[in-house]
């Protein structure tokens, strides 16, 4: 039987939220831009920036896959997140901020992963870690990466990189980013969702997370710490019938 080559490949939304990362953001375009994987569309999603951002997306207007929104006023990023989230069309979601990149082959290995475990919602990925300020890259996990009932895991060492998940958009009807974090809500969200999702992952990196001066858990180091703190504190009853906390 010949393959049928007009055969639809799923839309993959791509949620890139920003807020002043006008110095930033040309390498992570131009590294969706480059994925060999075609059928996306990229979701800006300006969160009141008062740099240059604006002006950076601009140089990419010509691209009809890339469409920018403006938030009415500055709010959390995970709020950001959710509010992006509702202006994707695809079937598939995933996340990249404006100061980290992918690999070229990222949406095609993901895509061709997700088809392939069709009863599984969610997967994620290794990656590489770049140092901007010692100019150094270096692997993220040399250990083999969570696969399955992962909560515990996650919870024993949080190993679980928001750039390179991809998940399908039917998981965000019941499920959403907790708008009360800045920094945490990544690890909140994919915590609720190992509880009821087994989680699948690929230990071949396929992004870039950048380090450097301005990283927001670096900036912002105690107000990490305090919403872990709120975190465990509110969950410690929830779930501690499920999970060891």
Not at 189 to 196: E, M
Request: some cysteine; overall charge positive; charged content about 30%.
């Amino acid at each position: 039987m010949k393959k049928n080559k007009n055969k639809k490949v799923p839309l993959v939304s791509i949620i890139l939220n920003c807020y002043n990362s006008a110095k930033f953001l040309k390498k992570s375009i131009n590294s969706v831009i480059s994925q060999k994987y075609k059928n996306w569309e990229l979701i800006i999603f300006d969160n009141c920036s008062t740099d240059n951002t604006k002006l950076e997306i601009s140089k990419f207007s010509k691209n009809t896959k890339i469409k920018y929104f403006k938030s009415k006023k500055f709010c959390s990023l995970y709020n950001a997140r959710n509010l992006a989230i509702k202006k994707s069309k695809g079937s598939l979601i995933t996340f990249l901020d404006a100061d980290d990149w992918w690999l070229k082959n990222k949406l095609t290995k993901q895509v061709q992963f997700i088809q392939k475990n069709k009863h599984f919602n969610v997967i994620y990925s290794n990656i590489f870690i770049f140092d901007e300020i010692k100019n150094k890259t270096s692997l993220f996990s040399k250990e083999k990466l969570y696969n399955g009932n992962i909560t515990q895991s996650l919870l024993n060492n949080f190993k679980m990189p928001i750039l390179t998940t991809m998940i399908k958009k039917k998981i965000f009807v019941k499920n959403k980013f907790n708008e009360k974090y800045n920094i945490i809500g990544d690890f909140d969200l994919f915590l609720r969702l190992s509880l009821n999702e087994k989680i699948l992952s690929t230990q071949k990196p396929l992004a870039y997370y950048r380090v450097h001066e301005k990283n927001m858990t670096r900036k912002k180091i105690n107000l990490n710490i305090d919403e872990l703190e709120h975190w465990f504190k509110i969950n410690k009853k929830k779930k501690c019938s499920k999970i060891a906390i």
